[in-house]
Each structure stands twice: as structure tokens, then as C-alpha cells.
């Protein structure tokens, strides 16, 4: 049970290109989410999705486009890459239903960008 | 600015010293959640409180969650190297579907 799977582990990206990360989790899953985390600034929701076809917006969705098309995947897609978008990456997924559902993380991407 | 503050910020103590740490916000949550986090790694959950005023107990580790669900506490009872880690706070919406983590209290036992 591999649980979620982020790749690639880690990324040096020049500004202006563009990249996608992968999640993909093997729970059967319907809701799962991409955070950001800075230091000192903790974890920041950037999209998340509830199910296959649907997605909407976190706090921070500038820069960042998500598609949902299978219940297992949710690639988060950097169009043109900003210095800005240094960070940590993580994915997270859990059943949608019920306060007491625990979100299962990832091992999170590293990614800068010169 | 965070909807959840957490205090404090970095936490520095020697084995069985006991410790306090703080998520507190402005705005009721449906639920909060605690996690810590190794280096390198994801959150990992710890616990889950839903009621107003519930207390939780993890072996050594006491959670509250406040009468009016606005903040929460973790208090570590003799605190080992092995508590070592980043501890975050995250509030669940009524909506269900935002998560909101709080900066993260960075907490280093030394044996």
C-alpha cells in the first residue's frame, strides 16, 4: 500500500518554464489537495479537488492550474515559474465525510526556481 | 496573516520537561486537527477534536479544543527527544472542504 506518492523529489526550474508534479494515491480517496509550505508560514491550501472533475481554489492559487480526470491522480501544473514559487510541495489525500478523517500526506517536492 | 497563530514559534527543552503549545484564531472551526512533522517527511495526524471543550488524551500528550472553537492546545507531559519535530495546527471549515494550518511550532527535546 504505497499510500501517496509525490514526484519528482526534488526540482531546479529556470523562471518562465513550466513543469507539472504529480500526486497520486491509491486509497480510493475522493478529496485531495496541494498545500505550499514557507518557512514559518506552515502549510497553505493551493487547489484542492472533492472528487473526479471537480476542483476549486485555496488560499493561494495564483501561478498554479490543477485538473482532476481519474480518482487516484491530481497533477498541479506551474505554467510559468516565478522565484515566488520556491517551496515545499505537498499533496494530501482522505475520505471526504466525517470531521475525524485524517489527511494522509505525501513526502512533499523541493522545488526552486532561478 | 493566518487564520490560526500558533505560540510559540520554537520551543527549545530538556528531556522531561513538561510543554505547552498554543493554536489560537478568531474565526470557530468545525474541527481541528493536530499533526507533526519530521524533516523530509509529510504531516502525519496525531488527533482530531470536534466538540467544544473536548480533551484528548495520546499518552503523554494532552489536546484541548476551546469552549467556543476558536483555539486549541497540546500540552507533553516529561517531553523525550523522541517528541523532537514540527508540530501544526489545522482548522477544518464548516464547509468541509478547507483546511487551515496553522505556522507551526518547531519543538526540539534535548536528552
Known amino acids: 500500500n504505497a499510500g501517496v506518492t509525490q514526484t519528482p523529489k526534488f526540482q531546479v526550474l529556470k523562471t518562465g518554464q513550466s513543469m507539472t508534479l504529480q500526486c497520486a494515491q491509491d486509497m480510493n480517496h475522493e478529496y485531495m489537495s496541494w498545500y505550499r509550505q514557507d518557512p514559518g508560514m506552515g502549510l497553505r491550501l493551493i487547489h484542492y479537488?472533492?472528487?473526479?472533475?471537480?476542483?476549486d481554489q485555496g488560499e493561494v492559487p495564483n501561478g498554479y492550474n490543477v485538473s482532476r480526470s481519474t480518482t487516484e491522480d491530481f497533477p498541479l501544473r506551474l505554467l510559468s515559474a516565478a522565484p515566488s514559487q520556491t517551496s515545499v510541495y505537498f499533496c494530501?489525500?482522505?475520505?471526504?465525510?466525517?470531521?475525524?478523517?485524517?489527511?494522509?500526506f505525501g513526502d512533499g517536492t523541493r522545488l526552486s526556481i532561478l | 496573516t493566518q487564520l490560526l497563530e500558533q505560540s510559540p514559534q520554537f520551543l527549545s527543552i530538556q528531556e522531561g520537561e513538561n510543554l505547552t503549545v498554543y493554536c489560537n484564531s478568531s474565526?470557530?472551526?468545525?474541527?481541528l486537527q493536530w499533526y507533526r512533522q519530521e524533516p523530509g517527511e509529510g504531516p502525519v495526524l496525531l488527533v482530531t477534536?470536534?466538540?467544544?471543550?473536548e480533551v484528548k488524551k495520546l499518552k503523554r500528550l494532552t489536546f484541548q479544543f476551546g469552549d467556543a472553537r476558536k483555539d486549541s492546545s497540546l500540552h507533553i507531559t516529561a517531553a523525550q527527544p523522541g517528541d523532537t519535530g514540527l508540530y501544526l495546527c489545522a482548522g477544518r471549515k464548516y464547509n468541509f472542504n478547507k483546511f487551515y494550518f496553522g505556522s507551526g511550532t518547531k519543538l526540539n527535546v534535548k536528552p
Open positions: 474565526s470557530v472551526f468545525s474541527s
Open positions: 477534536v470536534v466538540t467544544g471543550g
Open positions: 494530501a489525500s482522505s475520505f471526504r465525510t466525517g470531521h475525524n478523517q485524517p489527511q494522509h
Open positions: 479537488s472533492v472528487g473526479a472533475g471537480i476542483t
